[in-house]
């Protein structure tokens, strides 16, 4: 399995801009689909962005689309998430994912895969 570690979450004010990065262990981080996903209190994890093992094909929720781009380096066995124009709701632990299941995969579930430890992001109104 492959072993993921998250960071750049944080405070930042509605409007503002974070990335997020996810490091990858393991010389295989190039055969992985990746996505993230995000978690509120009180509410089930949700899909947010997937990027093909290549990267040339990408996924977003509706929430998010047109404000957050994920992409990723090969080379750097990492993915990450530039979120702009944050808003209140999108305050969450944001969670990295890697799986072999199909890039597709990423939209109706929520639990296949290696996933990391998370990091939060607050946004204040």
């Known amino acids: 399995q492959v072993q993921l570690v998250e960071s750049g979450g944080g405070l930042v004010q509605a409007g503002g801009s974070l990335r997020l990065s996810c490091a990858a262990s393991?010389?295989?981080?190039?055969?992985?689909?990746m996505g993230w996903f995000r978690q509120a209190p009180g509410a089930e994890r949700e899909f947010v962005a997937a990027?093909?093992?290549?990267?040339?094909?990408?996924y977003y929720a509706d929430s998010v689309k047109g404000r957050f781009t994920i992409s990723r380096d090969n080379a750097k066995n990492t993915v990450y998430l530039q979120m702009n124009s944050l808003k209140p709701e999108d305050a969450a632990v944001y969670y990295c994912?890697?799986?072999?299941?199909?890039?597709?995969?990423?939209?109706?579930?929520?639990?296949?895969?290696?996933w990391g430890q998370g990091t939060q992001v607050t946004v204040s109104s």
């Open positions: 393991g010389r295989t981080f190039s055969t992985y689909n």
């Open positions: 994912n890697a799986r072999a299941t199909a890039v597709g995969s990423f939209t109706y579930n929520n639990a296949f895969g290696s």
């Open positions: 990027a093909s093992r290549s990267g040339d094909n990408t």
